[in-house]
């Protein structure tokens, strides 16, 4: 399916209005684009995947790209790597501007994923105004090589782009028993308890999403701190029917490093997914995605 359904209305007053006082960061004939990337320990990943973004980024001509790094103050110091390269030069970097415009980090107290994401995100919509915000994880099971493929599906209108592990084309190889029962369980009950029917993968951290979208509400009002944020942002966007696709995507074992999921992340998700269930009047918003007319 080619065409995204048409642009549903957003919220007349946005909860995060783009500022104006800030001149463009960018060519007015380029779209922009963050790639939001929180990190917890990711010392040993964090520098190949910046340095392979900022490559993929010199790749697509009409997008200005930037990087975010979200750390929670990482024991393994991969804010202080962080700082090095923002030290970078353009000639290094290959970013037509000044060294480190490309690439921002914020440092706070480790409260989940969910809560680094929301301090990401309104730290982008008050101090930039990009187009869309990428959800990116930092340990290479998200290739950046993908994320033309999600800046194409943005051209195209769509508001909410998913990297799906669960539509034809998409995989996920190697991974143990263990983490396969866990995502179908999670993916389960964010469609069948939550009610985001529509979408095959709810649980994937691979998203390109309008600012536009993010604007238009207080994400503290999802009260998701760790991973139960990706299911109740997207349940926000199926609820605001803005048009949603989802793109196939490998999802491998991460490059190196342990995973953050922990046992609190899984409780709070099976609760969230059963107040999401409650919400009032959940059913009368049909979503608004691919398999809309
Ligand atoms: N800032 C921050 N990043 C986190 C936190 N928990 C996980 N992350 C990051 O979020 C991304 C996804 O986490 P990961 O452990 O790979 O989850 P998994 O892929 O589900 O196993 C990685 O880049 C982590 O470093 C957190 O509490 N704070
Ligand atoms: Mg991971």
Known sequence: MSNPPSNPAFKSTPSHPA????????????????????????????????????????????????????????????????????????ANTGHPSTPGTDLHLISGD???????????????????????IFQMDADFQHSPKDIPRFLKKAEEGWD????????????????????????????LI?????????I???????RCISAQFLRSFDLKTLKSDGYAFQMSLLHAANKKRIPIIQIPILFPNRRSGRSKLGHKDIREFFFNAIKLRFKRYRWLDPPNNQKAP
């Open 160 to 187: 909410f782009i998913i990297g799906s592990r669960y539509i034809a084309g998409g995989d996920y190889p190697n991974w143990s028993f263990k983490r396969k029962l866990y995502s179908w369980g999670a993916n």
């Open 190 to 198: 964010a469609r069948f308890i939550a009610g985001i029917y529509n």
């Open 200 to 206: 095959e993968d709810c649980t994937s951290g691979f």
């Open 110 to 132: 480790k409260k989940g994923l969910g809560a680094a994401y929301t301090r990401g995100f309104n730290h982008i919509l008050k101090n930039f105004a990009p187009d869309f």
């Open 19 to 90: 500022p104006t006082h800030l001149a463009p960061t960018h060519p007015a004939t380029k779209k922009s684009a963050f790639i939001a990337i929180p990190t917890y320990n990711e010392a040993e990943n964090i520098e190949s995947l910046i340095t392979e973004i900022r490559q993929i980024a010199q790749t697509v001509k009409d997008w200005d790209i930037k990087i975010l790094i979200i750390d929670d103050n990482s024991p393994d110091g991969t804010g202080a790597i962080v700082k090095k390269l923002q030290k970078q030069t353009p």
